[in-house]
């Protein structure tokens, strides 16, 4: 029987079903009545043949040996296979066999035992591995990560990312905001010691200061801090009548502060600023305060009217005594005032010559 393999293939002679060299291009007659058979492959990627142990092939024939790509990955390990210098794929059996005629195969073996990647694990060769074998973690500005080995404390993280091997041990990190945040408290009623409900909403800024003892010690910590303002809250407005209240907005402010400062290091945080943002009356009692408020202010302006009706009347009194006792005054006086009637006359027509007469009596 005829075999034709061309330059690009191989061909693997077998007797009997039992390996007897390996064939190159060419042309080949082999009688397959006495048991000859020839497999042909294509010298690309990966070595199909698996009629026999490599190991055969090895040692029966050496140029076979120089023409592939042998790859043992140890236990542990995982590889990058490169065609031609690009990472291609990741080889996680325990052995491989690549054609390396036509294109140049390479293998770089990475070592899982050891958590914390190498180095040499770049962008492209994470590309290729699974995230079942890696673990990605980022730390953003203002965070700190605490890392975690089989639930062991292993080390604080900056900002930054890192990649972990998860083959070995259970790899975790915890990551704690260090950044100032907010908690806002809103409508929060509350009785006055007068036995009134009024809504309180407050405002408190804090940020952690010690991340890991928060982590082993502390669960829900936001969730505490609420619990806590509130219960401040209470124990303060409970003790004053609601107008009493309503007059020290400020020193509840200052109280609360002082009393959450006290307490910071109990939550491994520091408290920067708390105050009341408003106080909310029932609507009965809201009605009641305006009614209130225009009652004060009708009253103010009352006094502020009277006020200036008396000093009105004591300017008057005071330009009467001067004009008595200065005769000069009272005749400019009388001259103004006649100054001002004759601006509000048009046309004056006389028929005689009483009027005349009058105006210059008035005048003298």
């Given at each position: 029987m005829k075999y034709q393999i061309n330059q690009n293939q191989c061909g693997f002679l077998l007797k009997a079903g039992c390996f007897v060299k390996t064939l190159y291009s060419g042309t080949y007659r082999y009688m397959k009545a006495l048991g000859y058979e020839i497999v042909v492959e294509?010298?690309?990627?990966?070595?199909?043949?698996?009629?026999?142990?490599?190991?055969?092939l090895f040692e029966k024939d050496k140029a076979f040996e120089e023409k592939v790509l042998h790859v043992v990955i140890p236990e542990g390990h995982i590889g990058i296979l490169k065609e031609n210098g690009v990472a291609r794929t990741i080889l996680t059996e325990n052995e491989y066999l690549y054609w390396n005629v036509w294109n140049r195969y390479g293998v770089e073996i990475l070592d899982m035992r050891v958590p914390e990647m190498a180095g040499q694990v770049n962008k492209a060769y994470l590309?290729?591995?699974p995230l079942k074998y890696y673990k990605k973690i980022e730390i953003q500005p203002g965070e700190l990560g605490i890392l975690y080995y089989d639930n062991q404390v292993e080390k604080e993280l900056k900002t930054g990312t890192y990649y972990y091997w998860v083959y070995s041990k259970d790899v975790l990190c915890r990551i704690v905001d260090l950044k100032i945040r907010p908690l806002e408290i809103s409508g929060q009623e509350i009785l006055t010691a007068d036995r009134i409900g009024v809504r309180i909403n407050l405002m408190c800024t804090y940020k952690v200061v010690e991340p890991r003892t928060m982590i082993e010690t502390i669960k829900n910590l936001e969730n505490q801090v609420y619990a806590y303002v509130q219960l401040v809250i209470r124990e303060y407005v409970g003790r004053y009548r609601l107008d009493e209240l309503l007059q020290q907005k400020e020193e509840i402010s200052q109280f609360i502060f002082k009393r959450l400062k006290e307490v910071q290091a109990d939550y491994c945080?520091?408290?920067h600023s708390a105050g009341i943002k408003d106080i909310i009356l029932p609507g009965e009692i809201r009605d009641i305060m305006n009614t209130v408020l225009v009652a004060e202010k009708k009253a103010q302006a009352n006094v502020i009217t009277r006020r200036e009706e008396v000093a009105s009347t004591r300017s008057l009194l005071n330009t009467a005594k001067l004009m008595d006792e200065n005769k000069t005054l009272y005749k400019l006086k009388e001259m103004e005032c006649l100054e001002r009637i004759c601006a509000q006359v048009g046309n004056i027509q006389v028929g005689g010559g009483a009027l005349l007469e009058q105006l210059q009596a008035l005048v003298r």
């Open positions: 294509d010298m690309e990627g990966m070595v199909e043949f698996d009629r026999v142990p490599k190991e055969i590309a290729q591995i945080i520091e408290f």
